[in-house]
Structures are given as C-alpha cells and as structure tokens.
C-alpha cells in the first residue's frame, strides 16, 4: 500500500526545512529536489568529509539513499544522525517509517514509540506507532494510536483509513464504512477501494 509514500510526502516537507540556511550543502539538496538522488548522496559525502558531523547533511543524506531503495545505507546515515540528537522527532519518524518498509515493524514501533514520548511530536507519531501495533496484531492498542493521531489532527485520512482496516478486521465493518468515507473525503484515494469492497 502507499503507506510510505504519503508519510514521505510530509517528511519530505518537513525534512527540507532543516537544509534551509546550509548554502555549503545547497548542491546536494537542489540534486536532491530534481531527484538526482546519486548525485545528492555524492555531494552529500563530499560535505561530510570536512563537517562529518552534520545532522542535516546526513539526514538528507539518508533520505536520498531510501528514495533509491538503499534502506541499510539510509539506516546508517540516520542512526549517525540520531546518535547526534537523540530526541529529533524527524529523524525517529523517519526510521520508523524505513522500518516498515524493511518490514521490521518491532523496530518500527520502538521508533514511533520514541517520538511519542517527546513533547509536541506531530500526528504522524501516533500514527505510525499505531501501524506498528496493527501490524504487531495488537489491535486495541493500535485502535489507541490511531484515535490519537485523529484527535490531534481530524483531517488525517490516511489515519481514518487505517483505523477503518483495522475495525474491518474486529468485525466493526459499519464503524470502518465511516472512517472510509473520511479517509476520502480528506483526499486519501486508496480508501475507495475498501468502500468499493466492504460498503456496497
């Protein structure tokens, strides 16, 4: 499913925002922006060289390396940037959401997990953690997750759409036609189908 692909949409926002200011690192970010995604990793590694420390650089870094399915070389680059702040909610979404993409959702949630505990984490904390959960097969425990990420933000479809597979399979099948709805009328497409497929 396009899981990955909307929460990257919103990390991909979000992330770009701490490159701004970095006009030494400036390169990379345009190759990245172009999806010149080897040639962003190239100037990225160039840049570290001299500041091998640099979270933004290395978290960019590791995003150009899982726009190009390099996940174990994306991983590195962001736990290098995490031993470097450890409480940075972007970097803990991030791999949180590479882990479900590696499918290794125990590693997902302890991620999520983390960026839940922080103070102000977004939605997509709750939400990710929560897909962990369901993934995990603790269904009420990621109805909880998913309840939250829609109590913080009530125009999250992806979070409605979701919760609604999930009471699909607790046998909720009217309560999940709502969250489908929901999750379409806030523009998340997929849940089309399932209304196709459980709402007739």
Not at 85 to 106: A, F, G, R, T, W
């Amino acid at each position: 499913m396009n899981l990955s692909k909307n929460i990257l949409v919103w990390i991909g926002i979000f992330g770009f925002l701490i490159s701004c200011g970095e006009s030494k690192s400036s390169q990379g970010d345009v190759y990245f922006n172009n999806e010149q995604y080897e040639e962003a990793i190239q100037s990225y590694e160039k840049f570290l060289q001299s500041r091998p420390k640099d979270i933004k650089v290395l978290y960019n870094k590791g995003r150009a390396h899982e726009e190009l399915g390099n996940f174990e070389e994306a991983e590195e680059s962001f736990k290098k940037a995490l031993e470097l702040d450890k409480k940075n909610v972007q970097i803990l979404l991030s791999l949180s959401n590479l882990y479900h993409k590696m499918k290794k959702p125990e590693s997902a949630l302890m991620y999520a997990d983390n960026a839940v505990e922080i103070s102000g984490a977004p939605a997509m904390a709750y939400f990710l953690k929560g897909r962990s959960l369901h993934q995990l097969g603790n269904a009420d425990e990621a109805m909880r997750e998913y309840n939250a990420a829609i109590k913080m933000n009530p125009n999250y479809g992806q979070a409605y759409y979701y919760r609604g597979m999930l009471k699909v399979a607790t046998d909720k099948t009217n309560q999940a036609c709502d969250d489908f709805r929901k999750a379409l009328n806030n523009k998340f497409e997929m849940a089309q189908e399932s209304l196709n497929n459980y709402c007739q």
